[in-house]
């Protein structure tokens, strides 16, 4: 066909007669469209695969950064509260000083007076100078004083370390708690007690005014019982020898002892008081003065004067007068004209 013939003709006419030209379709084998369909599906589940792993890759970076934010987010907005609810543990209150008490937190150089009603922290560090003393209330019938010159750090709740000085411990007899006194040369142990320690050059001096103390040392445990002074050395050896409830050692402790409120007070509790402060035990010399002593009700207050002198200011006010007795006991009786 010539090109004026292919010309002329309309593109209907052209392609019907190039497919005559062409003839017949040849139709694949069966397993040539066997072999293309594989290689077709094959192909396919590759190309299927690459993307599937690229969203997951894609997903999981998005998802990683969108935790991180959350994170960022979470620690950015916990942060201040973190900071600001982790408050100081308070473990006691201060109801006595005579002198000027310091005290300084966390291990901090910076020492600030203290005062009666303030509270004690775990953290804090106490001291008292020469001419000071202090007594803090524990609560739940215990109390601790220190002597002047002492330096004492809260280390929990139920834990103090002596640095230096002197520390007197009063808990009720039937109050049995794991609080414990370290030092350099021991740990001490109350079991409801009355006990005193004090740091000397070469150890520790423990006194046991009442009850019992459990004394830890590095390889070995002593036991402490009322009326013993336990010297323990820097080395481990324990001297123990006599010290009465009312020797001269135990008067620095009647000095500041935690004031007692006698206004509206029966007689008999404030007597009991005393003889304890005292290391005395309290009698009286009939049913009926002890009877009197739990009617009579105590009116104003006895701060400011010694344990002696606040005896006598009561007594006199009353039907009651002390008589003389042994070292070791307070007597009450009633007067010749109370009869």
């Given amino acids: ?17 190039l ?17 293309v369909y594989a290689a077709t599906f094959d192909a396919w589940r590759s190309t299927v695969a690459d993307r599937t792993a690229q969203r997951r890759r894609t997903w999981s970076i998005a998802a990683s950064v969108a935790a991180l934010a959350v994170a960022v987010g979470f620690v950015a907005l916990r942060a201040p509260w973190q900071e600001t609810a982790v408050a100081p543990v308070t473990v006691a209150s201060i109801v006595r000083v005579d002198g ?3 005290a300084a937190r966390d291990g901090s150089s910076d020492f600030s007076v203290r005062t009666v009603g303030q509270s004690l922290a775990v953290g804090e560090s106490l001291r008292t100078d020469v001419n000071t003393r202090a007594a803090l209330n524990f609560g739940d019938n215990f109390s601790i004083r220190l002597d002047q010159g002492t330096t004492v750090t809260v280390l929990s709740e139920d834990r103090l370390r002596l640095d ?7 808990a009720a007899p039937n109050r049995h708690s794991p609080f414990a006194v370290e030092t350099a040369a021991a740990t001490i142990r109350h079991l409801g007690t009355q006990y005193s320690v004090h740091t000397v050059t070469d150890g520790v001096d423990v006194g046991v005014r009442e009850g019992h103390v459990l004394i830890a040392l590095r390889e070995k445990h002593e036991e402490g019982g009322a009326g013993e ?8 050896d324990v001297v123990r020898s ?23 007070r029966s007689l008999s509790s404030f007597l009991e008081w005393l003889a304890r402060e005292t290391g005395r035990k309290l009698v009286y010399a009939s049913s009926e003065a002890q009877a009197a002593a739990d009617a009579v009700k105590l009116r104003g207050s006895i701060s400011g004067l010694d344990l002696n002198k606040a005896l006598d200011a009561v007594l ?4 009651l007068h002390r008589y003389d007795t042994k070292a070791d006991t307070l007597g009450i009786a009633l007067t010749e004209h109370a009869h």
């Fill in 1 to 17: 066909m010539s090109y004026s013939e292919t010309f002329s003709m309309s593109d209907d006419e052209y392609i019907q007669d």
């Fill in 19 to 35: 497919l005559r030209q062409a003839g017949s379709r040849i139709e694949p084998s069966e397993d040539a469209r066997r072999q």
């Fill in 100 to 102: 000027q008490l310091q």
């Fill in 164 to 170: 230096r000085g002197g520390i007197y411990f009063d």
């Fill in 229 to 236: 002074r336990i010297h323990v050395s820097q080395t481990g």
């Fill in 242 to 264: 006599a010290l009465p409830a009312q020797d001269a050692y135990w008067h620095w402790t009647e000095k500041v002892a935690p004031p007692f409120d006698i206004d509206g």
């Fill in 316 to 319: 006199s006010t009353t039907q």
